[in-house]
């Protein structure tokens, strides 16, 4: 026993360390657990192989670039198996009898094999790039529409940082995934077979030895796998944090500096930013523990490797029955590292395999919510309407028990004004939203030309309706691409012809550029008044039956507001237009005017008729017009 130990004691030593670390990590990983069993963990976590699953559904278009690829990267696996066993050739040669020519022949034979390999590797990158590219595009493109398929509700409830995130930064990080990891994982398990094989045939007994160390190889990998995988959803979810916050900052900075916000604004940016960068750090630890472990095992079995062929040579002793001489010692130094160099480039790979596996869960859960707003199955193409409009019973509440509406019933005839006016929260918005089918109603029936809209396509419907809102949004571009908009193409005749009739020819007339002039984020380079005009010669160019107008009077000074009252009396002949004002002067000239208020129609009728009733509409309006003449004196 005593001599067993003596002769062993150097592998006792570094099982004993190598078993310590798998301790350790089991302690820290229990631990994990635990304070994450503690703690309030509502994130959706998906298991790697769904996530693999989903993935390589996106790859199976490209199946055939990948079975290239995959006999590309055999030839490449010959250079791992066959260049150790020239090399201890080659050592066997010089330690017998040696002849010069029998060196070149293997020399030039490594040389041929090297140069196939480096060729194998080129193109095999040059192949998966392209075909990571194609696939990353397909993500960001179904990423993208499905957004546009969210109701107004899911969008009201998804910060738009966060949105552009899962557009831009995650397919990112899972474009790495098809470009390298998996066919690196691929053609490591191969090596490693392969490897492990040749190491078999030339000597089973140091090929058990390395084996003792597979164990802990594998447990060391599942438990920093768990770990990398909680740390890179805390760097995914803070950049998130960082994006929604400077996406919705950056955008309100004037109010910042109104208000004179800035060193506010600033700490809570760098709470987030530090928050970001701890979460990063982490992962930098993570990783930077995992590698020099699974450096230590490879340094290891190389130690065990030398110790037991110096031991055999030395002594002139065979280990396990088997002899081991310096040319099997060398071919073994080299399998040794084909054996553990997959390992160690998974190690190095591994922070960005689980960045993808992280952003996959990002994109998944946008990509699994349902939309709330969709079409049935035997949803109609409208080609045309009439622009009859009527709501039965109509009951909505974005809130379950909340109702904005509550039994509401009006009906509009075809080229009919209708305006609804009522107090800030009764209902008048929501009505027009609901008729554009932006969000669905909990009871009742929204008829257009007798139809039930729910049996009406939504682009269908959406396309024979013209919306001017309050807050008009321009995108950046110039003029004529804000007025055309859609896919169809005008002509300029045709654009001037819009702008013309909506009084907008005025002020483009007199810039630089006109149509061409150039229209920065948001339009913030136009006055409200003329992005508004704007926004009506968008809607006339594309001739909608329906028009709908949220308050597009509002906060517009009175020269702007009188060429708009030229225009709506002139868009009034194009089809029903539905209204939406709080200035009762704008809407006099209506055809029927619905007051709400809680989400009831309490009065209804022309202008003329409301005011001999003295009710609702009655108050409002002499409350208005002595405040105009108190202002006017």
């Known amino acids: 026993m005593h001599e067993f130990v003596h002769d062993y004691l150097p592998i006792l030593i570094v099982g004993a360390i190598i078993g310590a670390f798998a301790v350790v990590f089991v302690l820290?990983?229990?631990?994990?657990?635990?304070?994450?069993?503690?703690?309030?963990?509502?994130?959706r976590h998906m298991a790697d192989s769904e996530i693999i699953r989903r993935l390589l559904a996106y790859a199976k278009p490209y199946w055939k670039s990948f079975v290239l690829v995959f006999f590309i990267m055999i030839l490449s696996i010959v250079y791992d198996l066959v260049s150790p066993l020239i090399i201890g050739d080659i050592q066997g040669l010089i330690k017998g009898e040696f002849?010069?020519?029998?060196?070149?022949?293997?020399?030039?034979?490594?040389?041929?094999?090297?140069?196939?390999?480096?060729?194998c590797t080129y193109l095999q990158a040059m192949i998966l790039q392209k075909t990571g590219q194609k696939i990353l595009s397909q993500i960001?493109?179904?990423?993208?529409?499905?957004?546009?398929?969210?109701?107004?509700?899911?969008?009201?409830?998804?910060?738009?940082?966060?949105?552009?995130?899962?557009?831009?930064?995650?397919?990112?990080?899972?474009?790495?995934?098809?470009?390298?990891?998996?066919?690196?994982?691929?053609?490591?398990?191969?090596?490693?077979?392969?490897?492990?094989?040749?190491m078999l045939l030339l000597n089973y007994a140091l090929t058990l030895m390395i084996l003792c160390f597979v164990p802990f190889l594998v447990l060391f990998t599942v438990l920093f796998q768990k770990f990398?995988?909680?740390?890179?959803?805390?760097?995914?979810?803070?950049?998130?944090?960082?994006?929604?916050?400077?996406?919705?900052?950056?955008?309100?900075?004037?109010?910042?500096?109104?208000?004179?916000?800035?060193?506010?604004?600033l700490q809570d940016f760098l709470t987030r930013s530090r928050a970001l960068r701890k979460a990063k750090f982490n992962r930098m630890y993570v990783f930077g523990v995992f590698r020099p472990v699974v450096y230590m095992l490879f340094v290891s079995s190389q130690m065990c490797l030398f110790y037991f062929g110096a031991k055999g040579y030395i002594q002139e002793t065979a280990f396990l029955g088997q002899v081991i001489d310096s040319s099997i010692v060398v071919s073994f130094y080299m399998y040794i590292s084909r054996f553990f160099?997959?390992?160690?480039?998974?190690?190095?790979?591994?922070?960005?395999?689980?960045?993808?596996?992280a952003s996959s869960e990002k994109i998944f859960s946008i990509l699994?919510?349902?939309?709330?707003v969709v079409d049935q199955e035997d949803a109609i193409e409208l080609d045309e309407i009439r622009g009859e409009i009527e709501f039965k019973d109509v009951w909505f509440a974005y809130k379950p028990g909340e109702w904005v509406l509550q039994g509401v019933s009006f009906h509009v005839l075809p080229r009919q004004t209708v305006a609804f006016v009522g107090s800030t929260g009764s209902g008048k918005t929501t009505i027009l939203s609901l008729i554009c089918r932006n969000y669905d109603i909990q009871k009742g029936q929204i008829l257009i030309d007798g139809i039930d809209?729910?049996?009406?396509?939504?682009?269908?419907?959406?396309?024979?309706?013209?919306?001017?809102?309050?807050?008009?949004?321009?995108?950046?571009?110039?003029?004529?691409?804000?007025?055309?908009?859609?896919?169809?193409?005008?002509t300029d005749e045709q654009i001037w012809e819009a702008c013309r009739y909506v009084n907008a020819d005025a002020f483009i007339g007199k810039l630089e550029h006109g149509l061409d002039e150039v229209v920065r984020e948001r339009g913030n380079n136009f006055s409200a008044g003329q992005r508004q005009l704007l926004s009506f010669a968008r809607t006339i160019i594309h001739k909608p039956s329906v028009m709908i107008l949220d308050e597009a009077t509002a906060n517009i000074d009175t020269e702007t507001e009188l060429l708009i009252q030229d225009s709506l009396e002139?868009?009034?002949?194009?089809?029903?237009?539905?209204?939406?004002?709080?200035?009762?002067?704008?809407?006099?000239?209506?055809?029927?005017?619905i007051l709400l208020s809680h989400g009831k129609i309490v009065e209804q009728g022309n202008h003329q008729e409301l005011l001999r009733q003295k009710g609702r509409y009655y108050q409002l309006y002499t409350l208005q017009y002595n405040k105009q003449q108190l202002l006017k004196n």
């Open 140 to 198: 960001r493109l179904d990423v993208f529409t499905h957004i546009e398929k969210l109701s107004h509700e899911q969008l009201n409830n998804i910060p738009v940082g966060k949105l552009v995130t899962r557009v831009t930064n995650d397919p990112n990080a899972i474009s790495y995934m098809f470009t390298n990891i998996i066919v690196t994982l691929a053609k490591n398990s191969m090596s490693v077979v392969g490897v492990l094989g040749a």
């Open 28 to 43: 820290a990983y229990l631990a994990m657990r635990r304070h994450r069993e503690k703690g309030d963990d509502n994130e």
């Open 228 to 265: 990398a995988r909680r740390v890179h959803r805390q760097v995914s979810t803070t950049t998130t944090d960082l994006n929604t916050y400077l996406s919705e900052n950056l955008s309100g900075i004037k109010i910042t500096q109104i208000f004179n916000r800035e060193d506010q604004k």
């Open 570 to 593: 002139k868009m009034k002949n194009i089809g029903t237009m539905l209204i939406v004002a709080h200035r009762l002067s704008t809407i006099q000239h209506a055809d029927n005017i």
């Open 368 to 372: 699994d919510m349902a939309p709330e």
């Open 453 to 490: 809209i729910r049996k009406i396509r939504i682009s269908s419907l959406r396309r024979h309706f013209g919306q001017m809102l309050q807050d008009v949004f321009l995108f950046s571009g110039d003029i004529r691409s804000n007025i055309v908009l859609r896919e169809e193409s005008f």
């Open 99 to 119: 002849r010069l020519e029998q060196l070149y022949v293997r020399v030039g034979l490594y040389a041929g094999i090297l140069v196939v390999s480096l060729i």
């Open 341 to 357: 160099n997959p390992i160690q480039t998974l190690a190095e790979q591994f922070d960005m395999l689980q960045r993808s596996f």
